[in-house]
């Protein structure tokens, strides 16, 4: 029962697949597309009559030239002729078989490679709306996988379901109706039994040997994403000298690969010999049958070359059903998991009546926000504070105080769990994302830049934009000089991630993104608390150049960053413990004034043993 169960649950798995996918092929609004589908059809249907009237005219052209009437009458010419004309005949038909299939896969091309496109950008759209919380839990290996056999799939899927199977089934159906009628219905039916039980057969044991296919996917999938995961984290690799280990583990992914795959081989070769076996019987059953009927003058030898050449010719295709089942099913599985992608809900949706964002001053608000990232963890209590318009607020706190979960809810990451975030009076919930995100711009702490140019990376900001801007913006970070003085300018790459580049460097370059996009709301999340104490002096008074007149939000670990801001919101355990300027928290001695002073000792200490490395590396006198 529970095998039964599973393959009713395969079956409509399989069925929710083709249903969710025969949309692309039958595109709204695409007539032109609809028509190539009619046409294709058309032509596949002219193929296959083509292909099985072949195997007729080499009959008469076997009858012909085995003597008949026209030998008996001693007529050479017409023994001559007519085998001629019916040869000339056959290879016309041949290559008319071959052509209507040709021009039916150029027809139908543009229809599939649409589809293929067009259920893979709905995917990829589909993932770049999902919520910051899916993608953290999954890996983007197993993740680009899924897309890629996916997308895979369907290729094969079309290519073989379509324009393989179904068409077999239909010649099947022609050529038995085509002996039915011609001869005994012997033939027919031993062809039909034979066919179906090759299939029957191919079929249970092709489910049988997907065991090893699945098997060699799990293994597969995993081998890539530990070797993708190991290269991107090339240099933590080195740090700890675990070549070695990332070896071991890529190769034990690979070992249970080579397992599977060697008894997928072995049960293949097992398949293709039942598969011969029972079309050899079937021939046999047939040729004994046919000759039967020459011997009694019953049938021709053409007869008997006919009855051989339709069931040979369905052996063709069917000789690949074995691969072409087990691949449509795993195409079936592939596309199931791709699209399954498209059944994750949006955690963040905009609402339906969501209007554009209309941000003039740019004031933001905080409004008694809750909010948890799982039930029982809860980050936010209760924050209110406001950064009014052209002025700079500063959030600061311990480690885990919910810092950095405020940039995450003004982007709509996430949605509070109650109260609100205002702009200019609009609860941000109520306006479209995009119009929110483009008011927006952010520093982040860690800033991931994508492997092209250092001015694809600034042109990010605003993708389209002029050179000429892209110089400004440059200016304005403080590091078009830098790049000007590189072998290739603006067109350097920069690498995975962007490791060509220092952290300084690459700050900079994330600042110039970020003023390229020309935001209304500036947001820096603790964007120096990575680099070093002069390169972060001389980010910070670019921030203070290019934040001055706009609404800035800073969310800061080190405290010296801070001191300028018009006011300072000291969070603690989800709550707004203090706020106000740098010189009233300090007076007020509170949590404030304890992390200040923590720091300034750390500070202290810091310029100590700096300041007694240089006098170790000066020269001593003599």
């Known amino acids: 029962m529970k095998k039964t169960g599973a393959k009713e649950s395969s079956a409509r798995a399989d069925l929710g697949v083709i249903k969710t996918f025969l949309p692309y092929l039958w595109p709204k609004g695409e007539k032109e597309l609809k028509i190539r589908v009619v046409v294709a059809l058309l032509f596949l249907v002219a193929a296959k009559v083509a292909n099985v009237y072949v195997p007729v005219l080499y009959k008469y052209a076997v009858d012909a030239l085995g003597g008949g009437k026209a030998a008996a009458n001693g007529d050479i010419a017409a023994l001559v002729t007519v085998p001629v004309s019916l040869i000339i005949g056959y290879g016309l038909i041949r290559v008319l078989s071959s052509a209507f299939g040709e021009i039916r896969d150029a027809i139908f091309a543009k229809v599939a490679q649409r589809a293929i496109r067009n259920a893979a950008l709905g995917v990829f759209e589909h993932l770049h709306a999902l919520s910051l919380r899916f993608h953290l839990d999954r890996q983007m290996g197993g993740l680009s996988r899924a897309i890629e056999r996916g997308v895979k799939g369907i290729e094969f899927l079309l290519s073989f379901m379509l324009f393989n199977i179904l068409p077999t089934l239909l010649e099947i159906v022609m050529v038995s109706v085509i002996l039915w009628v011609l001869y005994d219905g012997w033939f027919a039916l031993i062809t039909l039994v034979t066919?179906?039980?090759?299939?029957?057969?191919?079929?249970?044991?092709?489910?049988?040997?997907?065991?090893?296919?699945?098997?060699?996917?799990?293994?597969?999938?995993?081998?890539?994403?530990?070797?993708?995961?190991?290269?991107?984290?090339?240099?933590?690799?080195?740090?700890?000298?675990?070549?070695?280990?990332?070896?071991?583990?890529?190769?034990?992914?690979?070992?249970?690969?080579?397992?599977?795959?060697?008894?997928?081989?072995?049960?293949?070769?097992?398949?293709?010999?039942?598969?011969?076996?029972?079309?050899?019987?079937?021939?046999?059953?047939?040729?004994?049958?046919?000759?039967?009927?020459?011997?009694?003058?019953?049938?021709?030898?053409?007869?008997?070359?006919?009855?051989?050449?339709?069931?040979?010719?369905?052996?063709?295709?069917?000789?690949f059903l074995g691969f072409v089942y087990r691949q449509i099913k795993q195409s079936l599985t592939d596309m199931e998991r791709m699209f399954s992608l498209l059944d994750v809900g949006k955690e963040v949706e905009d609402n339906p009546k969501a209007r554009e964002l209309v941000c003039h001053e740019a004031t933001v608000r905080f409004e008694d926000v809750h909010f948890a990232y799982n039930e029982d963890r809860q980050i936010l209590k209760g924050v209110s504070f406001e950064v009014p318009a052209g002025k700079t607020v500063a959030v600061v706190g311990p480690s885990g105080a919910g810092k950095s979960t405020l940039t995450r809810l003004m982007f709509r990451f996430y949605d509070a769990s109650s109260g609100r975030i205002t702009i200019d009076g609009q609860d941000v919930r109520d306006v479209t994302q995009g119009s929110l995100r483009r008011s927006i711009g952010i520093v982040p702490q860690d800033t991931v830049l994508f492997n092209d140019t250092i001015a694809y990376n600034i042109a990010y900001g605003r993708p389209g934009a002029a050179q000429d801007e892209i110089d400004n913006v440059a200016t304005l970070a403080s590091i078009r000089d830098f790049i000007k003085g590189l072998p290739d300018g603006f067109k350097t790459m920069v690498g995975e991630r962007g490791?060509?580049?220092?952290?300084?460097?690459?700050?900079?370059?994330?600042?110039?993104?970020?003023?390229?996009?020309?935001?209304?709301?500036?947001?820096?999340?603790?964007?120096?608390?990575?680099?070093?104490?002069?390169?972060?002096?001389?980010?910070?008074?670019?921030?203070?150049?290019?934040?001055?007149?706009?609404?800035?939000?800073?969310?800061?670990?080190?405290?010296?960053?801070?001191?300028?801001?018009?006011?300072?919101?000291?969070?603690?355990?989800?709550?707004?413990?203090?706020?106000?300027?740098?010189?009233?928290?300090?007076?007020?001695?509170?949590?404030?004034?304890?992390?200040?002073?923590?720091?300034?000792?750390?500070?202290?200490?810091e310029e100590i043993l700096a300041h007694a490395g240089a006098n170790d590396a000066a020269p001593k006198p003599k």
Request: glycine share 6%; aromatic share 6%; proline share 1%.
């Open 499 to 605: 490791l060509k580049l220092s952290g300084g460097e690459k700050q900079r370059v994330s600042i110039a993104r970020m003023l390229l996009k020309r935001p209304k709301i500036m947001i820096f999340d603790e964007a120096t608390s990575a680099l070093d104490t002069r390169t972060e002096k001389d980010i910070q008074q670019a921030l203070r150049d290019v934040s001055r007149g706009h609404t800035t939000l800073i969310i800061a670990h080190r405290l010296s960053t801070v001191i300028d801001a018009d006011e300072i919101i000291v969070l603690r355990d989800g709550k707004v413990a203090e706020r106000g300027r740098h010189h009233d928290l300090l007076e007020q001695n509170g949590l404030y004034g304890e992390m200040w002073a923590q720091q300034q000792e750390i500070r202290q200490a």
């Open 195 to 319: 066919i179906v039980i090759y299939i029957a057969f191919t079929l249970i044991v092709t489910e049988w040997r997907m065991k090893y296919r699945r098997e060699m996917n799990l293994r597969d999938d995993e081998a890539n994403t530990k070797a993708i995961d190991s290269l991107i984290n090339y240099e933590t690799v080195k740090y700890f000298n675990n070549e070695a280990h990332e070896s071991s583990r890529y190769d034990n992914a690979l070992h249970g690969y080579e397992v599977a795959a060697v008894k997928s081989q072995e049960s293949l070769s097992k398949l293709n010999i039942g598969q011969g076996a029972i079309i050899a019987v079937g021939l046999v059953l047939n040729m004994l049958l046919a000759a039967n009927g020459v011997k009694n003058g019953n049938m021709t030898v053409g007869d008997f070359v006919l009855v051989n050449t339709y069931l040979l010719q369905l052996y063709m295709p069917l000789n």
